[in-house]
């Protein structure tokens, strides 16, 4: 089986992700193909002001020396000044993500590994921009689910970014049973789990205490998971939140789903932030981002922390590599 080929966008070229993509060109790799979709001016500046080698390779060619990086060039518009974000780059920021994209979509590359980007200066530049996330949901035009993940744990929203007075309010019926179908069927297809063991939390403290500290897990949670278990799921729950992650309750399941962005991350964040990756689940081809900002304060000092951005390489090889084992195996097209 060959291996998976993995486009590689850096993110906001003004922050550390190129520079972070410079130091990822310096490793060997066995388990993928990489392809960055970046401004080479960008990347050679970063390279410079790391003093690490770096020779931009030609699509399709094969990089075989620390340094060596395939690119499909995404020009930016302005040259990128590392610590100050520029709007005017904003379209060539957000037109790597959709090239990238799209090239899995066409089926010539097999996933996505994406930096950090600065939503505030894209949105300077003209570009309406809530994440990435909801842009990639977009273009392949599916429901998604966000799943942060390190060695320690698997954590996947039911809600994401919404203030927290509007989260009971978006928990409902349909939209939790979907969400646990997208995860289910993520933890069979891209992390090779058998049967998937799935611990659903609680949205109120307590998990409602019966209904004494709120009626969502009665009228909501409870009816789904009910409904789920009798298609085969494996759920646990809903559980109280300040249990849930205890490490005897953690070997029970493999993967967490939370209520809300701020009940399971950080836990997880506080369990190992700097190998924590950022997944979207429900897409055609797995999309793997690092689980940090932009750290503009720290672009071009060669001080910022590669780890996420090589865990979520190494992630998305494993999760594309997965799905190429599956495809060879049914013989359905790659």
Known sequence: MRLPRLA???GEPA???????VRLAQQPRTDCQLTAFADARTLRAAALALALPLQLLPPHAGASMPGDLVLHEIPNA??????AADPRNAASVVGALRAAAQACLDGDFDGVVTGPVHKATINAGGIAYTGTTELLARQAACDVVMMLANPTVRVALATTHLPLRAVPDAISTE???RT???LHRALLEDFGIAVPRIAVLGLNPHAGEAGHLGREEIEIIE??????RGEGMQLLGPLPADTAFLPA???EADAVLAMYHDQGLPVLKFSGFEQAVNLTLGLPYPRVAVDHGTALELAGKGVADPSSLFAAVATCARMAGARLSA???TGSPQ
């Open 180 to 182: 646990l179908r997208i």
């Open 78 to 83: 302005m040259p990128a000044t590392f610590g």
């Open 327 to 329: 495809h060879a195996h």
């Open 8 to 10: 590689l966008v850096p």
């Open 249 to 251: 309750k953690l070997r």
């Open 223 to 228: 009816p789904v998971l009910r409904m789920l």
């Open 15 to 21: 922050g550390i992700g190129p520079e972070l993509c």
């Open 175 to 177: 939209g939790l049973a």
